[in-house]
Structure formats: structure tokens, C-alpha cells
């Protein structure tokens, strides 16, 4: 599932229609798609973007993902080894095969 987190700390949810995205608040607990708008939000239940998004938050360990992002772009460029020792691995693979950061001869960017 596609997940992408906003600048508002909300998360865009790429529904199982592709090119749909549902917005997923999980500090309010609100999602935009019409399972949960109809039915969950009465009984404060989850639906399955909610959980995705919970799952990655929780897959996560404190947002090291935006943390990633962040150094790299504050760099423009990092060396890969670098950034696996200072950031987890995984989050970084992670991030490679999402194609949300480049990696180009030992050096990882992002994808702008
Ligand atoms: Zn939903």
C-alpha cells in the first residue's frame, strides 16, 4: 500500500483503486474513505488505511524514515555507507525500493 505522509502530519493512503488516495489522521482518528466514514467512525474502529498506517508508524522508530529524508536533503547527497551507519539499514532499503531516495554509485539522493 502506498502511504505517503504530508507536511500536516497526515497520511495519504493509495486505496486498493489505484490513483485513489484516502486521508488517514491518526492523531483526530479519521480517515476519508467512505468504510470508515459509514461505518468504523461510529465505533472508533480502524479501517485497513488506518492500520497501514499504523503499521508503519509503528514499523518505523520515530519517524526515522522522515529523518532519512531529511538528512539527505539537507546534504543533497550522502555517501550510502553513511547513512546505514548513522540510520537503520532497512529503513533505508526501505526507502531505496520505494524510490523515494536514489542510490548512484555508493551515493544516495533523492528522487526530485
Ligand atoms: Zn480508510
Known sequence: MNICKQEDGTYNVESSRKGKFYV???????????????RLRKVHGLCKHMQAVKDMCESRDDGCYNNIIDYVRSKGEVDSLELINKFNSEAVD????RG????DKGRIRILS
Not at 488517514?24 to 459509514?38: N, R, S
Not at 523515494?100 to 542510490?103: A, D, T, V, W
Open 100 to 103: 523515494e531516495l536514489l542510490e
Open 24 to 38: 488517514v489522521d491518526l492523531e483526530k482518528g479519521e480517515c476519508t474513505c467512505p468504510h470508515f466514514q459509514v
Open 94 to 97: 526501505d526507502l531505496l525500493s
